[in-house]
Structure formats: C-alpha cells, structure tokens
C-alpha cells in the first residue's frame, strides 16, 4: 500500500481553513486540519512544497515512521508551520488507518474511557451586564463548563469579546487590529465580573477564564490569589509561557487551577511545566502539537504528573481538528475537558461530521476514522480571504501580547 496522491484544500467559508487530503492506491482517503490562524498560506506552502514531495510512494501505514521522518528530517525542527504540517500528516494517516480497520478512531487508540467529553462554550460580553447574561445563555444551552471574558471598563477592546455571541473570529482584518491593553484596570475589573456570576449562578456550573497571555508572573499570582473564592476550573494563559519556570512564581501564591499550551507545538514547550506540576491542565492540540502521534506522549507525560488534558478548541480550528480530538479525548485516561467554540453552519456543511453535542457534552461518531470529511466542491466556492490576529499595544504604546 502507498500514498499515491495528497493535496492542500483552502477554504474560506467565514473564515480560513487549511485541509490536507491524502489518497492512497487502494482509493482510501484521510485529511488532516493544517490550519493556523493569520498563518494559513504559510503552512499550505510548507505541505505543498516540503511535505506533498517526500509523502508521495511512502507506506500510509507507518505513521510513526513518518512523523519522524518529517520532524527529524526538517532539520529546522519545531514551530507552529513546521509542527502544523506534520500534524496534518499525522491526523490524516491515522483517519486512514481507522477507515482501514474498520473502527472508530478512539477505538484504534485503546477504547473509550468515557461515554462522552465535557465541553466548554465561551460566553462573552461589552460589559458584566452582558457577560452574566452570555453565561446564562450557555447554561439554558446545557453547558456544565463556560468561559467567560468581558469587555474592561476603559478599554476600546478586551480579547474574547467578539462581535456575535456564539462564533469568536479574531482575525478580523487583512492587516493586524491595533488594539490597546491595561493591565491595571483589567485587574480591577476582573475579580468583580467573577464576583457577579458566583452571586448570580451560584457554584453548580465550571467558569474558566483566559488571560491570553497578558499579565507578568506575579500579576497574575495576585489574580490568581484574588480569583480563589470563585473556585476556578481554570485560569489560563496568565502570562506568556517560553519561560516554563515563570509559572513556579504564580504556583507558589495561588491555588487557582492553571492551564496553557495552545500556542505549543511539541512536548518540549510543556516538559518542565508538566514535570513540575506548574500547571493543571494542557492545553495543546491535534493540529498544533504533531497531531495524535505526538498529543498522545503529550498526554503520557502529563498523567505521570497528574496533569490532565484541557485541548484548545477555538473556532480557528476546523471540525477536522474537533472530530479528532473528540476521538482522542474520548480515549485518553487523564481527561480534563474539551474547549468547544463552535462553527458558523457554512463551515460545518463543508466539514460534514458525525460528532454530535448534547446537555454541555460531546459524542464522537461511531464512523471508521475520526468522522469528519471534506465537501471539496462547497469548499471551492469559499477563496481564501488575507486575514491576520490583532496585535496589542499598552497605552503609551508600547508592544504587548494579544
Ligand atoms: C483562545 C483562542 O480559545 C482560546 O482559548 O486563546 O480563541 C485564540 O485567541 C485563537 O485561537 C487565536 O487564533
Ligand atoms: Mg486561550
């Protein structure tokens, strides 16, 4: 058996998604999500030109082979194109061994470990007013877990708060959004939005929240600390991540639960965070962190540290990404949750799947593969639209994290 054929499938139906499709001789096919947000163009070049090649001939039955293959073989090894790519690869390949045994990915894996995967929906507003009315809406949904992100008093723009309440696109210009932070006054305002939805919803329902990268260490320990009464299920991205170490200044302050990794691409950005338990929950992905093959040593290491999983599942991931880590997270042994943002009803007639959401739950497909597909002929109508994530400036202008 050999891949005989794969390609790049760009699609743009409200928003971009990067889909590579594989094709082998005996007519079977997988795809794999390749899309990074604001990067789309440069990871389509880097499957077309560095990975499609090298694919073609190859046997489609040694993913492990071939995902070291291209993560040695890259020499210039790591980064979110390089790593997208090959998780695109890897997604693919496992979506075809499925199909070729007939089951369900997650049974491939080892079977489920649950009947279905707690999700959260992300709940948002100008203001609290807005924010705890968003919140009550999910839970008439059926939501169990919410994130909430509120718009700050005094700030033009704060990071979630997206212009429909159900879908979050961020990258909303062909050019970077300049938008304008405050640290001082989001942590003003914070503790009190958290405040009002403890008094309004009560204890029964997980609120998360995402700092989105924007606090040094201890501005968020003091965060953290101030967010305690409100019991958390978890306070995320509270301060950029390179610096694994950083996170031993906020663990020594706080006991709010800790998760970050969406923007990591291999284990190596989440080693040390794991081992020394500095955090709570992972939240790398299929698309981002080398697909299966790699999430699941991801996950492996994690659960010796009792470290569960919390994958990123923002709308800039396509349904491809969401079928697969449905399958995985119905697997793996150390599951926390499962972000679920949602996509537009165009995106998901181009991505037809099988996973299905009910009462704050997900329930992956019992199709062989990971239950998600292309309608390439609806794909074709949506062209590929230049769009680029914001960028954030403090107020005297100088350069933060978005
Ligand atoms: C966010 C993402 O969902 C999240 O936790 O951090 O929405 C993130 O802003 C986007 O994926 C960026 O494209
Ligand atoms: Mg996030």
Sequence with gaps: MIIQSAKVIVTCPGRNFVTLKIVTDQGVHGIGDATLNGRELAVAAYLEHHVIPALIGKDPRRIEDIWQYFYRGAYWRRGPVTMSAISAVDTALWDIKAKMAGMPLYDLLGGKSRESVMVYGHANGADIEETVDSVGKYIDMGYRAIRAQSGVPGLADAYGVGRDRLFYEPADAALPTETVWDTRKYLHFAPKLFDRLRDTYGFDHHLLHDGHHRLTPMEAAGLGKRLEDYQLFWLEDVTPAENQEAFR?????????????????????????????????IRTTVVRAGGITHLRRIADLAALHQVRTGSHGATDLSPVTMGAALHFDTWVPNFGIQEYMRHTPETDAVFPHDYRFDKGFLYAGETPGHGVDIDEDLAARYPYRPASLPVARLEDGTMWNW
């Design 249 to 281: 200044l906020i663990r020594q302050h706080t006991t709010t639960p800790l998760a970050v990794g969406e923007i990591f691409n291999t284990i190596w950005d989440c080693k040390d965070l794991i081992q020394n338990q500095l955090i709570d929950y």
